[in-house]
């Protein structure tokens, strides 16, 4: 079994909320017969209606009206688990609770047969924890897809140790015939997107609690020296303090309480007060009338830049805003590459594709320099704490 190639051509789907109705579509687009189970029954048909018309809606612009029709005709509910035998490919995208996804991975291991690979779209959990007690550890593997799944390219495939490499193959490949870009992930917390990730907004907490700068400033240079879309604190709001927090305490604690991970104190105290973004109205920003905030002006700079005049432009502490993000960026790329969590490319990618970033961490450390960086970092380190020790690799 982990000699040969997979073949791919029922795929089950499990859980029919955001995740795995986005999954579902890209399955019937990527020419698999699908098969969608939620034990909601409200959910499962408001799937299929949701799936038909965003198919529909995407005709002519996304695929054509042949592909419409062809995908729609290639999905069906299942309405147990026990519907899904005979599958080749199962993604479980259920609730994010480990009890709950065991459960499911050991109900679907008898159901399916150890040649049936199963898929976790967990975003947080280890996979090999999700794996614990299943009777084939090998067939299980990660697919982390990214919200919206069919706007977002990037599909995270992720290795337990015990994952089967045809398996893995046979993963990969079903990512790419969605359409998607899938990169190779360890299972480690929180992967490779989402781990290095982190210091966007931890180290622009930091800054917000030192008093560098406040929260309109540290945006306002990062979107355009950082060529950026969006600053760290709009994408906090954006997300909702209170999901980015719990991811935050998981990978903290998943990584053995590192003080880099250290969840923001002002951020706990937010949350802890309601003020969780966009969705109450309230966060780092106000959201009622019109918009939060004006346009960018036009300075004539090309972000990402380090380049301190350009940067002084935006505001007089742009260089030491810039510096100590993409220090930090540096920094936790480096500790990834120690962790081996991902190649130096699927870094890249990842976080290009998954969080629309202008450069690849591993392109940020080349801008700033890993000496620079280093010595950037020991100095902070000398001032402020351990959130600045720098990784061995990056000297
Ligand atoms: P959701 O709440 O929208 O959907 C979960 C669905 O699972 C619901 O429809 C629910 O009825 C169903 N469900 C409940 N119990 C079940 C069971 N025993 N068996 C099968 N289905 C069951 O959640 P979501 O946002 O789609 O997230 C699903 C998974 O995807 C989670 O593991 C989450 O961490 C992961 N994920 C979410 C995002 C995101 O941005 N939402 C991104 C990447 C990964």
């Not at 982390?144 to 993963?171: D, K, R």
């Not at 935050?248 to 973004?277: C, K, T």
């Not at 300075?299 to 993000?325: F, N, Q, S, V, Y």
């Not at 480096?334 to 290009?352: F, Q």
Request: with cysteine; hydrophobic share 45%.
């Amino acid at each position: 079994m982990s000699a040969g190639r997979l073949t791919i051509e029922r795929i089950g789907v499990v859980g029919a909320g955001t995740m795995g109705t986005g999954i579902a579509l890209l399955s019937c687009l990527g020419r698999y017969a699908t098969s969608i189970h939620d034990p909601d029954e409200a959910v499962l048909s408001a799937a299929q209606t949701t799936i038909g018309e965003a198919l529909a809606e995407g005709a002519d612009k996304r695929w054509t009206a042949d592909e419409a029709e062809a995908a729609s005709g290639r999905l069906r509910a299942a309405e147990s688990l026990a519907d899904l035998a005979g599958s080749d490919l199962v993604i479980e995208a259920a609730p994010e609770d480990l009890a709950l996804k065991r459960r499911l991975f050991a109900d679907l291991g008898s159901i399916c047969g150890p040649e049936t690979i199963l898929a976790t779209n967990t975003s947080s959990l280890r996979v090999a924890e999700i794996a614990a007690g299943a009777a084939h550890p090998e067939a299980i593997v990660g697919m982390h897809f990214f919200n919206p799944p069919v706007l977002m390219q990037l599909v995270e495939v992720v290795a337990t140790e015990a994952s089967s490499t045809a398996m893995l193959v046979a993963a990969t490949e079903v990512a790419k015939e969605m359409g998607r870009t899938p990169i190779r992930a360890k299972d480690s917390p929180g992967f490779v997107a989402n781990r290095l990730a982190r210091p966007f907004s931890l180290e622009s907490l930091r800054m917000l609690a030192d008093g560098l700068a406040d929260a309109p400033t540290i945006d306002r240079v990062v979107r355009i020296g950082g060529g950026f879309r969006m600053g760290p604190f709009e994408l906090l709001d954006l997300i909702g303090l209170d999901v980015n927090l719990t991811i935050g305490r998981s990978l903290y604690e998943q990584g053995g309480r590192p003080e880099r991970w250290r969840p923001s104190p002002i951020q706990e105290r937010m949350v802890a007060e309601g003020r969780l973004g966009r969705k109450c109205g309230l966060g780092f920003y106000e959201y009622g009338t019109g918009r939060h905030r004006e346009r960018d002006p036009d300075l004539g700079i090309e972000g990402p830049t380090l380049g301190a005049e350009e940067l002084r432009r935006i505001d007089p502490a742009g260089p030491e805003i810039m510096l100590r993000l993409t220090a930090q960026i540096a920094n936790e790329a480096a500790y990834a590459l120690a962790d081996e969590v991902a190649s130096p490319a699927d870094m890249n990618t990842a976080m290009r594709l998954g969080f629309n970033w202008p450069l690849g961490p591993l392109e940020f450390t080349g801008m700033i320099g890993a000496d620079r960086a280093a010595a950037l970092l020991d100095e902070l380190r000398e001032r402020l704490g351990d959130a600045y020790v720098p990784a061995p690799g990056l000297t």
